[in-house]
């Protein structure tokens, strides 16, 4: 531990992150950066931290050679954190002859084992070709099974994922590891040394020499994909790329925190990647199936009742086009508690329908539980009259044994085919429902008119987003759609591979 300069950056955060750190750690110094651009970093000032009474540079003090916490001004994002973290080293603890050997990039949710890093350092030390070391991501809540090793880029289509294609060099040597192995994840017992395309900045040992050479984040990207984008980067300046397996390290697998924002980030992100390493005809063709995909699933979005959802992924097919990286400036409707949600909504009284999509193999019980949710929560506010009516839309393969229960709200069940959406919907054109309700932004049913919509995520049951929707919405929203796909048609058949000068990407 005495050997280790550690650097902590805060990325904005307003919850007293800092003070708490500063308190149970004491730093050597806590600096602030109070830039709002990812590639401008600017260390300002710094405050060494006063002397806790009863604390003496004894036993008690950190074990570390430094440590050192950056306030950043700005949520820049875990691509911005990293090139936080990057460029305070660079100006500030790299020593010239003395120079720095590793830099490890952590994410702030990962438990690490006491061993980690000494695994990735004897790895990057057996070969001065080995330029990033990652570890193996075992999953936080059930400690026995892998969920993420070896990842590879498909250099036709762009997608990145466990196997390499056919046409990958490594193609027959991974399809004998995992003939041995028994496969990418679960609960085997992986060891070894793997060389990949990609392996995870949750947990990701850089040698700096190398980083000074290849560089630092690309700073448009925010987050997602700027790992893979790094890793990519690090084989055109002559290293090599490997994953760990005896470094194991636990966190959350990436895709239970995908929402309608993070997805704007990967979607967006993947783009960019593809631009930077494709070329030609094939970079054409790839850049316009991507956009067609995202402006496909934009109108397909708000024709089922996501209305923000699609504006979201609108955006991310438009912001591609037009360069616009960093944060995206909306995120939808702010959560409100169910009661407050309802009645924002007009969904309220005996006389409001609210209608339930159950698409998901799961969403009877969500809806049941939804309207158990919501009349507790009447009765404690002592407006258990306010109740509305129920309505469940349910898809044919949805499993529904409470279907012919007394007092269970009504069914409308529907079929996957337009013969049966068209004829399950024609009464509600005249008379639409109040508010639909939609779990985990999952629906099937193209409801043609809808007043609000109500989105509950059922990682957080009690609050829902609101949002307005009517014709007048929907062809507003197809009007900016138009637009957009003009711009990505014309921008498909322009695009040229993406050359970055400088140090950040």
Same mark, same amino acid.
């Given at each position: ?57 004894? /036993? ?57 890093? /000494? ?133 959350? @697998? ?121 009349? @507790? /929560? ?73 007043? /609000? ?50 140090? @950040?990407?």
């Amino acid at each position: 531990l005495g050997r280790l300069d550690v650097v902590v950056v805060d990325n904005g955060s307003t919850d007293g992150t800092v003070d708490v750190l500063a308190a149970a750690w004491r730093p050597d110094a806590i600096v602030d950066n109070p830039t709002a651009h990812a590639d401008q970093p600017a260390f300002v000032s710094t405050v060494v931290p006063p002397v806790v009474p009863g604390r003496g540079d004894g /036993a008690d003090r950190h074990p570390f050679a430094s440590l050192t916490i950056i306030r950043n001004g700005h949520n820049l994002g875990g691509c911005g954190g990293f090139n936080t973290g990057l460029a305070f080293l660079e100006s500030r603890l790299d020593r010239g002859a003395d120079r720095l050997d590793y830099a490890w990039l952590v994410d702030d949710d990962v438990d690490l084992p006491y061993t980690a890093l /000494a695994q990735l350092v004897r790895t990057a030390e057996s070969d001065r070709s080995i330029g990033l070391v990652g570890s193996r991501t075992v999953d936080f809540a059930d400690r026995l099974t892998t969920i993420e090793t070896t990842i590879y880029f498909d250099p036709e289509q762009g997608w990145m994922g466990p196997d390499p294609t056919p046409a990958h060099p490594m193609f027959e040597d991974h399809r004998r590891w995992v003939g041995a192995a028994g496969g990418t994840r679960g609960t085997m017992p992986f060891s070894g040394v793997r060389p990949v395309d990609v392996v995870s900045a949750c947990s990701l040992l850089a040698r700096w020499s190398a980083v000074q050479k290849v560089g630092f984040w690309d700073s448009r990207f925010f987050i997602y994909c700027d790992d893979a984008d790094w890793c990519l980067r690090f084989p055109k300046a002559g290293y090599r790329v490997v994953l760990d397996l005896d470094a194991v390290v636990y966190h959350t @697998y990436w895709l239970s925190k995908l929402t309608p924002v993070r997805a704007y980030y990967s979607q967006r992100n993947l783009v960019w990647l593809i631009q930077k390493n494709f070329s030609g005809s094939a970079l054409r063709r790839a850049t316009l199936r991507r956009l067609a995909a995202l402006l496909r699933d934009s109108r397909k979005a708000m024709m089922h009742c996501r209305l923000f959802h699609a504006e979201i992924i609108r955006r991310t097919a438009d912001d591609i086009v037009r360069d616009r990286g960093g944060k995206l400036d909306q995120e939808g409707p702010a959560g409100l508690p169910l009661i407050r949600a309802f009645d924002c909504a007009g969904a309220l009284g005996a006389r409001a329908e609210v209608l339930v999509m159950c698409s998901h193999h799961e969403s009877i019980a969500w809806a049941d539980q939804l309207r158990t949710r919501l009349q @507790y /929560a009447l009765l404690d506010a002592d407006r258990v009259r306010d109740l509305p009516r129920f309505t469940y839309m349910v898809r044919d393969s949805v499993p529904d044994s409470g279907a012919a229960s007394g007092g269970s709200p009504t069914r409308i069940v529907f079929a996957p085919n337009r013969a049966s959406k068209w004829a399950a919907q024609r009464p509600m054109l005249r008379n639409p429902p109040a508010a639909v309700v939609i779990f985990d932004q999952h629906n099937d049913f193209p409801l043609l008119r809808s007043r /609000a919509n109500i989105h509950i995520d059922r990682r957080n049951p009690g609050i829902a987003q609101v949002e307005a929707d009517g014709i007048g919405r929907r062809l507003a929203f197809l009007c900016r759609w138009t637009a957009t796909a003009a711009r990505c048609l014309l921008y498909s058949i322009r695009v040229r591979p993406y050359e970055r000068s400088g140090k @950040y990407g």
